[in-house]
């Protein structure tokens, strides 16, 4: 009896794999997001921006699993500040993340839907924190105790959030960290 020992070796690079001619990424999608936000080869333009766009958001403890969201963003009128302050354009944004729906719920709202979220953007929009744009969109931004570094891949807008010691005294998340990464489209 003959025993024949075959020696086997499987590579599998960091990033992707393939099986029958079939490729595969080991790259979770919140990986990606952050990755084409490095390779953002430009800034987004506010004015590209305004309304409202759906998208996804996966988080730092849930990498694979998407959740809706959805991301308005109005031009507020600004008053004269004469010449030493010259005009800027001054921008609202909300969005909403809801891990509750199905990933895609923003994309189909029906018009009731959409008066519903237009009646709470009303309500709270006031409330919200200005950002300031010359031509491009601001690249880091504090408020509600997250830092967001945003930028554009492709025809995407991409919005990494990052946990602040004002957002999370208690030190609940962790810091230096993406805690989630969501992506914006028109549909």
Excluded at 34 to 51: C, H, M, N, T, Y
Excluded at 94 to 99: N, Y
Excluded at 126 to 143: I, V
Aim: aromatic letters at 16%.
């Amino acid at each position: 009896m003959k025993i024949i020992v075959i020696f086997c070796t499987l590579l599998i690079s960091l990033n992707s794999f393939s099986i029958f001619n079939e490729t595969y990424s080991l790259e979770t999608q919140y990986r990606q997001l952050i990755r084409f936000a490095k390779q953002a080869d430009q800034k987004p333009v506010l004015s590209d921006w305004e309304g409202w766009f759906t998208g996804r958001c996966f988080f730092y403890n849930s990498p694979q699993v998407a959740a809706a969201t959805l991301m308005t963003m109005n031009e507020v009128d600004t008053p004269d500040s004469g010449p030493l302050f010259p005009d800027e354009s001054l921008y609202k944004v909300i969005s909403f993340v809801d891990p509750d729906y199905k990933a895609d719920f923003y994309d189909h709202l029906t018009s009731s839907e959409s008066s519903q979220i237009q009646r709470l953007l009303d309500r709270h929009l006031p409330q919200l924190p200005l950002l300031k744009s010359k031509e491009s969109f601001y690249s880091q931004e504090r408020h509600f105790g997250l830092e967001l570094k945003i930028s554009q891949y492709e025809d995407y807008l991409i919005v990494l959030s990052y946990v602040t010691d004002e957002g999370d005294p208690q030190g609940r998340f962790p810091r230096k960290k993406v805690y989630q990464a969501c992506y914006y489209f028109s549909t």
